[in-house]
């Protein structure tokens, strides 16, 4: 069985940091794109950030670049995304998801999914 289980999620301040862990399991990703969403209340599921399993490209919104970073540890079957200077606006459920086709940034397409943890950023 496949899972994309997520972890490190919470309250952090704004200007804070965290890092968001996804434990992929259960099938072979060398030819996939894992990719981080995130949804907020009432709105849309917005692509953060993908990286090719293998060769390690990573893609972004433009609106996390430089602030964001996507990497994964093939070892141990993991993809992080550290998240730097959040935003009050970035709250939302934050999901890990696999695609094996792409294009990286469109949900839709994504096969397997997590089952996403919250992130909350508030003084």
């Known amino acids: 069985q496949v899972q994309l289980v997520e972890s490190g999620g919470g309250l952090v301040q704004p200007g804070g940091s965290l890092r968001l862990s996804c434990a992929a399991s259960?099938?072979?990703?060398?030819?996939?794109?894992m990719g981080w969403f995130r949804q907020a209340p009432g709105k849309e599921r917005e692509f953060v950030a993908a990286?090719?399993?293998?060769?390690?490209?990573?893609y972004y919104a433009d609106s996390v670049k430089g602030r964001f970073t996507i990497s994964r540890d093939i070892a141990k079957s993991t993809v992080y995304l550290q998240m730097n200077s959040l935003k009050p606006e970035e709250s939302a459920v934050y999901y890990c998801?696999?695609?094996?086709?792409?294009?990286?940034?469109?949900?839709?397409?994504?096969?397997?999914w997590g089952q996403g943890t919250q992130v909350t950023v508030s003084s």
């Open positions: 259960g099938r072979s990703f060398s030819n996939y794109y």
């Open positions: 990286i090719r399993w293998s060769g390690g490209s990573t």
């Open positions: 998801a696999a695609d094996r086709m792409g294009p990286y940034s469109d949900y839709n397409l994504y096969d397997y």
